[in-house]
């Protein structure tokens, strides 16, 4: 299999610094395979994306199954798996209407056009701005990339696009001073996920959600890496009891098939009227059927109530090492979405970790993420955590 990335090498943009001697060929569970039959435990679960596991038997018989039967007809006609997610998303959100799309960055994008159309719909022209957060980050399109608040993701891609305002992360004065009357929106992360893995303070985004109602403006939640049960809830914000005019998904919602959400209250929603906004592969059949699987398996509240269980003995096991190595400067997070911000250069410490036989994140340069498929069990991190004391 060595060819495979040879031919990857020669014929792939080279975008990614990609690990590895050999290419994966099987996933199960929060085990993946390579090529060489080396196993690896998954502790990013392809970046917040199987949070199910890799290949969980219930979203393969549901791909299997639409595959057979229906995979395209465009959003020109109707189809039930969509009709069905539609209906569940409501049903357990604050939403009342939903768009289909097929990334994140996608459903950030409708989400700021949405934002702006609503305004401007009603004849309000003048408010068109949307505020955003340092460190946040929101997508790679222009837009989106506008949008996100990390200089560092900018770079070679200007001009940027007009209309973006970042202020810093949990603090309501900065927030306030650059609230105006051309600001049509506030787009925050619940949890910053890229920036650090930095969840919102206890009390600002209820801080965020009255200052948006005062001064009539919208509220985005950027919930594509914590939200499908990341946090422990079925989306972050819930935990705050704090609830949004917008809200973007991806990532996790069809375990890995590729698709994107807009979800919004009914009035935010009259942003969009026929012809405003459209998406191709939008919502297919067959990413439906995957994503209302999903969506059913996570909704469990014994599965939420793992999670929160999980994460706060990962969270503990990881506060040992704090406590036992100097170089670990903080553990931060929320469910199954952790950081542990460390003295020195990440990478080194993810290299060593996969070449043992765990797969981790590093960001931010000196943060480790770890973002496991929430079926991670107990004696995994038991595993990883004595990796990482021994690394330390």
């Given at each position: 299999?060595?060819?495979?990335?040879?031919?990857?090498?020669?014929f792939?943009?080279?975008?990614?610094?990609?690990?590895?001697?050999?290419?994966?060929?099987?996933?199960?569970?929060?085990?993946?395979?390579?090529?060489?039959?080396?196993?690896?435990?998954?502790?990013l679960?392809?970046?917040?994306?199987?949070?199910?596991?890799?290949?969980?038997?219930?979203?393969?018989?549901?791909?299997?199954?639409?595959?057979?039967?229906?995979?395209?007809?465009?959003?020109?006609?109707?189809?039930?798996?969509?009709?069905?997610l539609?209906?569940?998303?409501?049903?357990?959100?604050?939403?009342?209407?939903?768009?289909?799309?097929?990334?994140?960055?996608?459903?950030?994008?409708?989400?700021?056009?949405?934002?702006?159309?609503?305004?401007?719909?009603?004849?309000?022209?003048?408010?068109?701005?949307?505020?955003?957060?340092?460190?946040?980050?929101?997508?790679?399109t222009?837009?989106?990339?506008?949008?996100?608040?990390?200089?560092?993701?900018?770079?070679?891609?200007y001009?940027?696009?007009?209309?973006?305002?970042?202020?810093?992360?949990?603090?309501?004065?900065?927030?306030?001073?650059?609230?105006?009357?051309?600001?049509?929106?506030?787009?925050?992360?619940?949890?910053?996920?890229?920036?650090?893995?930095?969840?919102a303070?206890?009390g600002?985004?209820?801080q965020v959600?009255?200052?948006?109602?005062?001064?009539?403006?919208?509220?985005?939640?950027?919930?594509?890496?914590?939200?499908?049960?990341?946090?422990g809830?079925?989306?972050?914000?819930?935990?705050?009891?704090?609830?949004?005019?917008?809200?973007?998904?991806?990532?996790?919602?069809?375990?890995?098939?590729?698709?994107?959400?807009?979800?919004?209250t009914?009035?935010a929603?009259?942003?969009?009227?026929?012809?405003?906004?459209?998406?191709?592969?939008?919502g297919?059949?067959?990413?439906?059927?995957?994503?209302?699987?999903?969506?059913?398996?996570?909704?469990?509240?014994?599965?939420?109530?793992?999670?929160?269980?999980?994460?706060?003995?990962?969270?503990?096991?990881?506060g040992?090492?704090?406590?036992?190595?100097?170089?670990?400067?903080?553990?931060?997070?929320?469910?199954?979405?952790?950081?542990?911000?460390?003295?020195?250069k990440?990478?080194?410490?993810?290299?060593?970790?996969?070449k043992?036989?765990?797969?981790?994140?590093?960001?931010?340069?000196?943060?480790?993420?770890?973002?496991?498929?929430?079926?991670v069990?107990?004696?995994?991190?038991?595993?990883?955590?004595?990796?990482?004391?021994s690394?330390?």
């Open positions: 299999m060595t060819d495979s990335i040879q031919k990857t090498d020669d792939v943009f080279q975008t990614y610094l990609r690990q590895g001697s050999a290419p994966f060929v099987k996933g199960e569970g929060t085990r993946l395979t390579d090529s060489e039959g080396k196993t690896y435990i998954d502790f679960a392809g970046i917040a994306v199987c949070n199910l596991g890799h290949c969980h038997p219930r979203i393969t018989r549901a791909i299997e199954k639409q595959a057979s039967t229906l995979v395209h007809v465009s959003n020109l006609f109707y189809t039930r798996p969509q009709a069905d539609a209906q569940a998303l409501v049903e357990n959100s604050f939403a009342r209407r939903v768009f289909f799309a097929n990334s994140g960055a996608e459903a950030n994008e409708g989400a700021i056009k949405l934002a702006r159309r609503f305004f401007q719909v009603k004849g309000d022209t003048q408010r068109h701005k949307i505020i955003t957060m340092e460190q946040s980050f929101h997508g790679r222009m837009a989106t990339l506008s949008a996100t608040g990390q200089d560092k993701i900018k770079d070679g891609f001009p940027l696009l007009e209309g973006f305002i970042h202020v810093p992360f949990n603090d309501l004065d900065a927030l306030k001073n650059a609230m105006d009357d051309t600001v049509c929106a506030v787009m925050l992360e619940p949890v910053q996920g890229e920036g650090g893995v930095i969840p303070d206890q600002y985004l209820e959600r009255a200052l948006c109602d005062e001064t009539g403006t919208l509220l985005i939640f950027d919930e594509i890496q914590t939200g499908m049960g990341r946090c809830t079925l989306f972050a914000h819930q935990a705050y009891e704090v609830f949004p005019d917008i809200m973007t998904l991806a990532k996790a919602l069809a375990n890995g098939f590729p698709i994107g959400a807009v979800l919004a009914k009035e929603a009259k942003g969009f009227g026929p012809g405003s906004h459209g998406s191709t592969f939008g297919t059949p067959l990413a439906t059927a995957a994503a209302l699987e999903a969506l059913s398996l996570i909704c469990d509240p014994d599965f939420l109530a793992r999670v929160i269980e999980t994460g706060d003995y990962f969270k503990e096991k990881l040992e090492l704090r406590d036992r190595h100097e170089r670990v400067k903080e553990i931060r997070g929320k469910g199954l979405l952790i950081g542990m911000e460390i003295d020195e990440a990478g080194a410490v993810v290299d060593a970790c996969f043992k036989g765990f797969i981790i994140n590093g960001i931010q340069d000196k943060v480790l993420r770890f973002a496991p498929p929430l079926i069990e107990k004696t995994e991190i038991d595993q990883l955590a004595a990796v990482l004391d690394l330390l």
